[in-house]
């Protein structure tokens, strides 16, 4: 037997041994005198009584909520579950149909520049600077390094450098 074999039943023949005594000591009961005892202490002990447990609560259902809940059981999943428990708020104030705004002239900023102290866009082909009439309906009102802003009586039309079309705006509302 060479060195190898001979470490290897060295080691696998006392675990075994081992292994074996604990699995047997595990499924037999000890036969020593406090074993003994305990056993004797264990038959003689009454039985402990568990007491019953308590019903649950059955709470009163109307007839009304059960048909709803029938109602609801055969709908398809995806529904609602809170459709139909809440009251619509009443409306206190007739609603205000909103104010469209007009359509913003279908012109583009081309480019701002600044000359003797002052910004000039060209907006619609045309050079332009601030209180100058475009179309005799429109007034410039701001020109700076990359926007140009025009009045339309309470409405403000935003352009911006670049970008075809201009944003429309209220007077009184920021943007």
Known sequence: MNSRRKKF????VPASLFLGWRTVSLFTRPSTPAGAAADVVAA???ALEVPAMPRPLQL???QAVLQLQAKRSKLA???DPFAGRIAPMPTSAPAVTPVRAP???PWMLTGVSRSAGRNLAILAGRIVSEGDR????YEVIEVSD??????????KHRFTLGVNGAQTV???ETK
């Open 44 to 46: 003689s002990a009454p």
């Open 60 to 62: 009163e259902v109307s």
């Open 170 to 172: 209220a007077i009184g």
């Open 77 to 79: 999943w995806g529904r």
């Open 103 to 105: 359509p913003p002239p």
């Open 146 to 155: 990359r926007e140009v802003v025009i009045r339309d009586g309470k409405w």
């Open 134 to 137: 475009v179309a005799d309906q």
């Open 9 to 12: 039943v060295m080691v696998l």
